[in-house]
């Protein structure tokens, strides 16, 4: 699969054309490593990494058959990182009961100068939409730091309800689900077309 291919793509009435493309572990390499490596960044928890601890942590989700990749472009320029897993292998092993059709997620918007009012949630929402354009996904599930009060926002904006705390190796964790349904009737809410 190209990275120039692009698997999901949607626009925003206010911001314009979002679109989803494979990761490629060396050709994006750096322009990651300036994204996790970032302050804005510390709940990515990569602060110190190298250049080439980032392709290899890259390389091992690429060859990782229940994790995946991508990065997310606004207007056609990368703007964003998001990753799909399945949390019935990784992160959430035995932390509760999965279901078939459960994608867990994780995203990170890169750092900008120049921020655009709604660019946050118009990435949220694109990052969803992506995962949901798979008809066996029934349900997104999310583990962010509980410290991070400005994702816990965002993700009640596109429809998580927070479950509970969990123990995680890493973090404490709020442990969120979304549902189709819940994420349709949120982005309606808020006016939002898919």
């Given at each position: 699969?190209?990275?120039?291919?692009?698997?999901?793509?949607?626009?925003?009435?206010?911001?314009?054309?979002?679109?989803?493309?494979?990761?490629?572990?060396?050709?994006?390499?750096?322009?990651?490593?300036?994204?996790?490596?970032?302050?804005?960044?510390?709940?990515?928890m990569m602060q110190d990494a190298s250049l080439p601890d980032v392709e290899r942590e890259y390389m091992r989700?690429?060859?990782?058959?229940?994790?995946?990749?991508?990065?997310?472009?606004?207007?056609?320029?990368?703007?964003?990182?998001?990753?799909?897993?399945?949390?019935?292998?990784?992160?959430?092993?035995?932390?509760?009961?999965?279901?078939?059709?459960?994608?867990?997620?994780?995203?990170?918007?890169?750092?900008?100068?120049?921020?655009?009012?709604?660019?946050?949630?118009?990435?949220?929402?694109?990052?969803m939409a992506a995962i949901f354009a798979d008809p066996a996904t029934e349900r997104v599930v999310v583990e962010p730091d509980i410290a991070n009060?400005?994702?816990?926002?965002?993700?009640?904006?596109?429809?998580?309800?927070?479950?509970?705390?969990?123990?995680?190796?890493?973090?404490?964790?709020?442990?969120?689900?979304?549902?189709?349904?819940?994420?349709?009737?949120?982005?309606?809410?808020?006016?939002?077309?898919?």
């Amino acid at each position: 699969m190209s990275t120039t291919e692009l698997l999901f793509s949607r626009t925003d009435k206010e911001l314009g054309s979002f679109a989803v493309r494979p990761l490629d572990p060396f050709a994006d390499a750096e322009l990651l490593h300036g994204w996790v490596t970032h302050p804005k960044a510390s709940f990515w928890m990569m602060q110190d990494a190298s250049l080439p601890d980032v392709e290899r942590e890259y390389m091992r989700i690429a060859a990782h058959e229940h994790h995946q990749a991508f990065i997310g472009l606004h207007e056609g320029r990368p703007a964003f990182l998001m990753e799909t897993y399945d949390p019935s292998e990784l992160e959430l092993v035995g932390l509760y009961d999965a279901r078939p059709g459960d994608v867990g997620m994780h995203f990170l918007v890169a750092p900008s100068d120049t921020p655009l009012h709604g660019f946050t949630r118009a990435v949220i929402t694109t990052v969803m939409a992506a995962i949901f354009a798979d008809p066996a996904t029934e349900r997104v599930v999310v583990e962010p730091d509980i410290a991070n009060t400005a994702v816990h926002a965002l993700n009640e904006a596109v429809g998580f309800a927070a479950e509970r705390q969990v123990t995680k190796p890493e973090k404490e964790a709020l442990l969120s689900f979304c549902t189709r349904a819940q994420f349709e009737a949120a982005t309606a809410a808020l006016g939002v077309s898919i």
